[in-house]
C-alpha cells in the first residue's frame, strides 16, 4: 500500500514551546491529509483536514490558533503545536488519501509529551 | 451524522481459533467500510475494506461481510496467530469522500 511517513516518533518539550509535526506522502501526492488526535485506548478524533494551498478545516471544538496546520505541497503537511501545554499531550497521527483508490493511509504517529 | 459502535471492546482468542469484530453504522450514505490495524505506539494501517456493492471480501485469513439493510459489518480473522494481537478498528464513509467515522477500537488478544 501506499506509504505515509511521519515525524518525529516522539516528541518532550517544556510547556510553552512549540512543536512540528511532519507528514509526508512518499509515493503519492496528496491534495488532502488529516490529523488526528488519539487519548489512549481510545479511537481516533479527527481534529482538521489539511487541504494543499488553501486552509485547515477545523472540526469543532479544535483551536485553529493552537494548532497551526500548513499543506505547502502536495506530499507535506505540518502540524505545530503551539504554546504546548501537559493537556496537549497525546498521540497525533496524520492520514493522507490515496488517489486512484482513494484509500486512507495513516502515519506512524508521533507522541507528544509535554512536561 | 455517522456514528458507528463496535463490538466487543476486547478479545482474547486461542491460537488457531477464529475472531470476529462487529461494527454497526447509522447513516444510509456510507457507502466504504475500511478496517485499521494498530499495534502499540504505531498508526493505523489499512488491512481490509469493502465498498457497498459487495456483502464479503477475503483477503487470506482476513474477511469482511456487511449487511447493508441491517447496517453492520464484521471482521472475520481465521486461524489467528500472535502477531495478530493489535487494537482493530471499524470505520465508515461515503467512497472518496473526506472524512471516515472510526469504531471505539477492539483490543485483540491471542493465547498463544
Known amino acids: 500500500g501506499a506509504v505515509v511517513s511521519q515525524h518525529p516518533s516522539w516528541v518532550i518539550c517544556k510547556s510553552g514551546t512549540s512543536v512540528k509535526i511532519e507528514c509526508r506522502s512518499l509515493d503519492f501526492q496528496a491534495t488532502t491529509m488529516f490529523w488526528y488526535r488519539q487519548f489512549p485506548k481510545q479511537s481516533l478524533m479527527l481534529m482538521a483536514t489539511s487541504n494543499e494551498g488553501s486552509k485547515a478545516t477545523y472540526e469543532q471544538g479544535v483551536e485553529k490558533d493552537k494548532f497551526l496546520i500548513n499543506h505547502a505541497s502536495l506530499t507535506l503537511s505540518t502540524l505545530t503545536v503551539t504554546s504546548a501545554h501537559p493537556e496537549d499531550s497525546s498521540f497525533y497521527i496524520c492520514?493522507?488519501?490515496?488517489?486512484?483508490?482513494?484509500?486512507?493511509?495513516f502515519g506512524s504517529g508521533t507522541q507528544l509529551s509535554v512536561l | 451524522g455517522e456514528n458507528v459502535e463496535q463490538h466487543p471492546s476486547t478479545l482474547s482468542v486461542q491460537e488457531g481459533d477464529s475472531a470476529v469484530i462487529k461494527c454497526t453504522y447509522s447513516?444510509?450514505?456510507?457507502?466504504?467500510f475500511p478496517w485499521y490495524k494498530q499495534e502499540l505506539g504505531k498508526g493505523p494501517q489499512l488491512i481490509i475494506d469493502?465498498?457497498?456493492?459487495?456483502g464479503e471480501k477475503k483477503d487470506q485469513r482476513i474477511a469482511v461481510t456487511l449487511n447493508k439493510t441491517a447496517k453492520h459489518f464484521s471482521l472475520h480473522i481465521t486461524e489467528t496467530q500472535p502477531e495478530d494481537s493489535a487494537v482493530y478498528f471499524c470505520a465508515a464513509g461515503e467512497f472518496g469522500n473526506e472524512k471516515l467515522t472510526f469504531g471505539t477500537g477492539t483490543r485483540l488478544t491471542i493465547i498463544p
Open positions: 469493502i465498498r457497498s456493492n459487495v
Open positions: 492520514s493522507a488519501r490515496q488517489g486512484v483508490h482513494k484509500k486512507l493511509f
Open positions: 447513516d444510509s450514505a456510507s457507502n466504504y
